[in-house]
């Protein structure tokens, strides 16, 4: 399957902490992408990350990514209880440019 | 007014029918997806079109037909349903094939009893 993995499935965590979703692809990617999907909703894009960037931050999220490991991660700051959803990274890849998206994580963030 | 929309919400149908999908976005984008969600929330595509020409095709059953009538529109048909068809099917679509983000639209959970 050309489908990535995230680590850990699931994550539940107290208001105020921070979370940290972790993210493993197979290809070689044009970029990475994370989104959000609350419950019984669509999915809402956050960030892209370019495969020449290592770091990109944006409000409360920060988005690291290590080509040579083929790996990328999410980093939520100063959680909240709307914070509660699943997360999926994505990758850009191949001739066809098609977004994969990896298994997700389910965080739930406890007020 | 919404980016993305998709009808019905909800379809819940019997074995051995025929039923559609229909996706509207008007964000002016030239590229448009189906993407098949299962229960345990894996997202496959499934689908891409490109200006109304097919550019992705998954291994995907005959029985599932999109249709794109302009690049704003693209519709998913599927005969004979199957129990396993039941799932969530979202459609998206980006500004173009490359590089850019996904909007979703917010699904149509199809029950096949």
């Known amino acids: 399957s050309q489908q990535g993995e995230e680590d850990p499935q699931a994550l539940s965590i107290q208001e105020g902490e921070n979370a940290t979703m972790n993210c493993s692809y197979k290809?070689?990617?044009?970029?990475l992408q994370w989104y959000r999907q609350n419950s019984g909703r669509g999915l809402v894009h956050l960030i892209l990350i370019r495969s020449n960037e290592r770091e990109k931050h944006s409000g409360r999220l920060r988005v690291t990514l290590d080509t040579s490991k083929k790996s990328s991660s999410l980093l939520i700051t100063a959680s909240r209880a709307a914070d509660t959803a699943s997360y999926f990274c994505?990758?850009?890849?191949?001739?066809?440019?098609?977004?994969?998206f990896g298994t997700g994580t389910l965080l739930a963030v406890q007020p | 007014d919404t980016a993305v929309s998709q009808t019905p919400k909800y379809l819940v149908t019997q074995m051995g029918n025929d039923k559609s999908i229909k996706c509207e976005q008007n964000?002016?984008?030239?590229?448009m997806y189906w993407y098949k969600q299962d229960s345990k929330k894996f997202l496959k595509i499934m689908f891409s079109y490109n200006n109304k020409e097919l550019i992705i095709n998954e291994t995907v059953p005959n029985r599932f037909s999109p249709k794109s009538p302009d690049k704003a529109h693209l519709n998913l048909h599927i005969n004979s349903l199957e129990l396993g068809d039941s799932a969530v099917y979202f459609c998206?679509?980006?500004?173009?094939?490359?590089?850019?983000?996904?909007?979703f639209g917010e699904g149509s959970r199809l029950t096949v009893l």
């Open positions: 998206a679509s980006s500004q173009t094939t490359s590089q850019g983000e996904l909007f």
């Open positions: 964000l002016g984008h030239d590229t």
């Open positions: 994505a990758e850009r890849a191949g001739a066809t440019n098609k977004l994969i």
């Open positions: 290809t070689s990617i044009n970029n």
